[in-house]
């Protein structure tokens, strides 16, 4: 069964930066795509970012890209999220998740169907971005 668990949220000014890691269970990043998603206070949840299994195709929405980095550590069965510049829009609370779906394919990062069930989420972690 994947077990996930984020860490590293926080509160931080208007252009600062939060490292976000998600642990993995074992054998967790050999099988599965890994996302970040993110709930904001009154609205859906969205996907941001994702890395294929293999780690070498990352994704981004345009609201973060230039600004947020996916990465990963195979030794350490971590994903990290490393958010730059960070905006008052960017609040809410930050999920890991992992299904096989995430980035395997270059033209379709994330799964279409708004009902789709994802294998496993981890509890979330909080990060507030005000002055």
């Known amino acids: 069964q994947v077990q996930l668990v984020e860490s590293g949220g926080g509160l931080v000014r208007p252009g600062g930066s939060l490292t976000l890691s998600c642990v993995a269970s074992e054998s967790t990043l050999d099988h599965y795509g890994i996302g970040w998603f993110r709930q904001a206070p009154g609205k859906e949840r969205e996907a941001l970012s994702c890395?294929?299994?293999?780690?070498?195709?990352?994704y981004y929405i345009d609201s973060v890209k230039g600004r947020f980095t996916i990465s990963r550590d195979t030794a350490k069965n971590t994903v990290y999220l490393q958010m730059d510049n960070l905006k008052p829009d960017d609040t809410g609370v930050y999920y890991c998740v992992a299904d096989i779906a995430l980035c395997r394919l270059s033209n379709r990062p994330f799964p279409t169907n708004p009902q789709y069930a994802y294998d496993a989420w981890g509890q979330g972690t909080q990060v507030t971005v005000s002055s």
């Open positions: 890395l294929n299994k293999s780690g070498d195709r990352p």
